[in-house]
T-cell receptor, first 115, second 111 residues
Framework: ETGVTQSPTHLIKTRGQQVTLRCSSQ?????VSWYQQALGQGPQFIFQ???????GRGNFPPRFSGLQFPNYSSELNVNALELDDSALYLC??????????????FGPGTRLTVL | DAKTTQPNSMESNEEEPVHLPCNHS???????IHWYRQLPSQGPEYVIH???SNVNNRMASLAIAEDRKSSTLILHRATLRDAAVYYC????????????FGGGTRLMVKP
């Protein structure tokens, strides 16, 4: 069973640029969620995709957008990067959204630094 | 989702049991109690979850108070590899797939 993978591992961008982060879900999972984790804090939910549609969104501006592909891999796109976007970006996959009982499997994350 | 309160940090000796507390006084009847942990330089990892009864798995035990206003994650014999940030999270049935992380408890394990 292949776990959740993310690419790239690290990334350095400058303010105003755009970035695309990628995630491959665990085999058999059709739901993917993205989180942002600033240094020293817990992860914050960005959004979730289920069956290629956005299925929930946290308190993040529209310049954070995503895609989910038919093979359940996913992308997180961030436009007009700001210094505060520097963080660890985590992808998590799970089976169909089950609310209280589902288990999410996280990737190792992509460390984004915005200069 | 209802809020949880955890100590910022705790220390334990290797091979001793560890009890990590979590308060959730505003928990609703349909909220599940989940625990995740995050080892250094890794993504969070599922540990255990429960609703009303105590739960055991190969990683840990979860003890839930009778009134459900608090719970305790129990590591029976801490190892150096258990050093991590432990997050207690409440999830309702209508929470979708979102996990709401607080600050968690940083567990340090001394050899």
């Amino acid at each position: 069973e292949t776990g959740v993978t993310q690419s790239p591992t690290h990334l350095i961008k400058t303010r105003g640029q755009q970035v695309t982060l990628r995630c491959s879900s665990q085999s058999g999972h059709n739901t993917v969620s993205w989180y942002q984790q600033a240094l020293g804090q817990g992860p914050q939910f960005i959004f979730q995709y289920y069956r290629e549609e956005e299925n929930g969104r946290g308190n993040f501006p529209p310049r954070f957008s995503g895609l989910q592909f038919p093979n359940y891999s996913s992308e997180l796109n961030v436009n007009a990067l700001e210094l505060d976007d520097s963080a660890l970006y985590l992808c998590a996959s799970s089976q169909v959204p089950q609310g209280g009982t589902d288990t999410q499997y996280f990737g190792p994350g992509t460390r984004l630094t915005v200069l | 989702d209802a809020k949880t309160t955890q100590p910022n940090s705790m220390e334990s000796n290797e091979e001793e049991p560890v009890h990590l507390p979590c308060n959730h006084s505003t928990i609703s009847g349909t909220d599940y109690i989940h625990w995740y942990r995050q080892l250094p330089s890794q993504g969070p990892e599922y540990v255990i979850h429960g609703l009303t009864s105590n739960v055991n798995n190969r990683m840990a035990s979860l003890a839930i108070a009778e009134d459900r206003k608090s719970s305790t994650l129990i590591l029976h014999r801490a190892t150096l590899r258990d050093a991590a940030v432990y997050y207690c999270i409440l999830r309702g049935d209508n929470a979708g797939n979102m996990l709401t992380f607080g600050g968690g408890t940083r567990l340090m394990v001394k050899p």
